[in-house]
């Protein structure tokens, strides 16, 4: 077993909704990204490549590289995920939790705990989403934009856990 973390954040802009987990949730903002800014994604992505020892979500999918612009962020967990895979293993588990003031996760939570699931082939019951305030703290509190911290576990041949 191998277990990474992950954490991410983007600014709020202009916009009518922000994606969460692979999820649009309506919202008086967007969120600012060189892809769709999917803080949950990325910080998930970045989860796994660690437990993986494979760099991060900046070194597989740099911002200066136009072929990302505006993608998908499910394409960047999607990879995390094969490259897991590749490697004879599994994600067993994977959590996620979203910072900020607004917009609210609750109504959106199992939506996206299905979205997570479907995107990084795994079942909904190895995913946890949970939201946090930072009691109007700190960028987050001033809702300037949003952050997301999350971790993975992923399960490898024990050939791999040698090097």
Do not use: N, Y
């Not at 079942?123 to 305030?133: E, I, L, N, P």
């Amino acid at each position: 077993m191998r277990t990474g973390s992950g954490f991410d954040v983007h600014a709020f802009a202009d916009g009518d909704h922000v994606t969460l987990c692979g999820v649009k949730v309506p919202h008086d903002f967007g969120l600012s990204g060189h892809s769709d800014a999917d803080v949950a994604l990325h910080a998930v992505t970045d989860a796994i490549l660690g437990a993986l020892g494979d760099g991060d979500i900046g070194a597989h999918f740099p911002p200066s590289d136009q072929r990302w612009k505006g993608q998908d962020s499910a394409l960047f967990l999607e990879d995390a995920v094969a490259r897991v895979r590749a490697a004879g293993g599994v994600v067993a588990h994977l959590d996620v939790t979203i910072i900020g003031e607004a917009p609210k996760v609750g109504p959106h939570r199992e939506a996206m705990r299905v979205r997570l699931a479907e995107i990084a082939g795994v079942a909904v019951g190895r995913v946890g989403v949970k939201a946090t305030t930072t009691e109007r703290l700190g960028f987050a509190g001033r809702r300037e934009g949003l952050a997301a911290l999350a971790s993975a576990t992923i399960r490898l041949p024990f050939r791999d856990l040698l090097r």
